[in-house]
């Protein structure tokens, strides 16, 4: 299970302090609650997305973009029928169907979304996960809570990497029946790629056992490391960037 969320780069994300950067991730998804106007929302996730974009690549930024769509849709579509409050925009004889105070909820909810996805994702593409152990740990955090978060965002790349090459295999082997298929079919020739995909889950059940038991999951011995983030030299400027970055959009976005 080598798959990693890392993306190779040399942008200024990547010099920035780990111990900095989970603390301005903390603080951006903080903010997104905060009380700003909608206009101020979405230039923020546009800043923190182009500046994503100069270090990872926009690519990487698609990657992401495609993987939370789904949810960002089905969030869209049926957030406004949840609020009848408000001027009525659209209504069927007496039945106010969406109103402008359910769009608005719909569209702060939508940024709020890509904001906090994106801000969480980008913490982990700019940052290799043995630094993110060590800045788990420089917070006190125990390092069995540590060695769960990081290989989770470990394991969970690899199943879907997984998933995604038993899909490939498959459409590969059928490239002549694709064509002409209905919706329904084709949610049906799942079936065999999901299974696929549990089968390499289980199977990999081992190495993650031993993975466990190489990091010392569950011995009583404290945990020693030879590795550390000494080579960070400035951790009070990237500490008080990753603070005045959030006060300074505050600032900027209130409502």
């Known amino acids: 299970m080598t798959t990693s969320t890392f993306v ?20 951006l998804c903080v903010w997104f609650f905060l009380p700003v106007h909608l206009v ?51 209504s069927v004889g007496s039945v106010t ?32 996960m043995n630094e993110v152990m060590l800045a788990l740990r420089w917070y006190r955090l125990p390092y069995k809570a540590g060695l769960v978060v990081t290989l989770a965002f470990t394991y969970i790349p690899f199943i879907a990497d997984s998933f995604s090459q038993i899909a490939e295999s498959h459409r ?44 010392g999951f569950g011995l009583q011995n404290r945990r020693s490391q030879y590795h550390n983030l000494g080579s960070y030299r400035h951790p009070f400027t990237h500490f008080l960037l990753s603070v005045i970055i959030p006060v300074v959009l505050w600032l900027l976005c209130k409502a």
């Open 172 to 215: 590969l082997r059928e490239a002549d029946r694709e064509q002409g298929r209905k919706f329904l079919q084709r949610l049906k020739d799942l079936v065999p790629t999901l299974t696929s995909a549990l089968v390499v889950a289980l199977r990999s059940i081992p190495n993650l056992a031993m993975s466990l038991e190489m990091r």
């Open 8 to 27: 190779a780069g040399k942008g200024w994300l990547y010099r920035f302090d780990p111990r900095a950067k989970i603390l301005l991730m903390l603080l």
């Open 97 to 128: 169907i969406v109103t402008e105070e359910g769009l608005m909820q719909a569209a702060r909810l939508a940024g709020r979304f890509i904001g906090i996805s994106y801000v969480c994702t980008l913490l982990f593409a700019t940052t290799i």
């Open 40 to 90: 101020g929302l979405y230039c923020a996730v546009a800043l923190i997305v182009f500046t994503g974009g100069l270090n990872t690549g926009f690519s990487h930024v698609w990657k992401i973009f495609r993987s939370i769509l789904p949810m960002l849709l089905f969030m869209v579509l049926f957030m406004p029928f949840n609020v009848r409050t408000g001027r009525p925009l659209f």
